[in-house]
């Protein structure tokens, strides 16, 4: 790729320096207008893909401005890791499934497929959780 590139700049360096001599020709007004030609369908090209760009962009923050939380998943985005099971269940509601030991307790929402929230086994409190 940098080797391309090289060559790329390697030729417009010639075409600035010797633009007359493109190809064998001579700096006659015919190897000049078909320099001038070529430059002018260079800097159209320029022009298209720079329109191009802007309206991507423009599409990039229309997308990013429109993007808002799922309202599902907006409570979820309020657990806190150290939160009570009370404030859990103030906040999810009463969850579909419990399994319990003496590690770990787990809540599920939506079981099998929905969130889940972990407690602690000793403190009852949050230790992780995994939004539907």
């Given amino acids: 790729m940098k080797a391309c590139q090289l060559h790329i700049w390697a030729a417009l360096a010639f075409l600035v320096v010797a633009p007359g001599h493109v190809l064998g020709q001579s700096s006659t007004d015919s190897g000049q207008s078909s320099i001038d030609s070529r430059v002018q369908k260079l800097e159209e090209t320029i022009q298209v893909l720079e ?8 599409q990039l923050r229309e997308r ?16 806190q890791n150290g939160m009570s099971e009370s404030d859990v269940k103030q906040l999810l509601g009463s969850p579909s499934k419990i399994d319990a030991n003496e590690v770990i307790i787990t809540w599920f929402y939506g079981y099998p497929l929905g969130g889940r929230v972990e ?4 403190s009852h409190t949050v230790e992780g959780w995994t939004e539907p």
């Fill in 51 to 58: 329109r191009q760009v802007d309206s991507l962009e423009a």
């Fill in 64 to 79: 990013n401005v429109t993007v808002q939380a799922d309202p599902a998943k907006v409570n979820w985005r309020k657990l």
């Fill in 119 to 122: 407690f602690d086994g000793n």
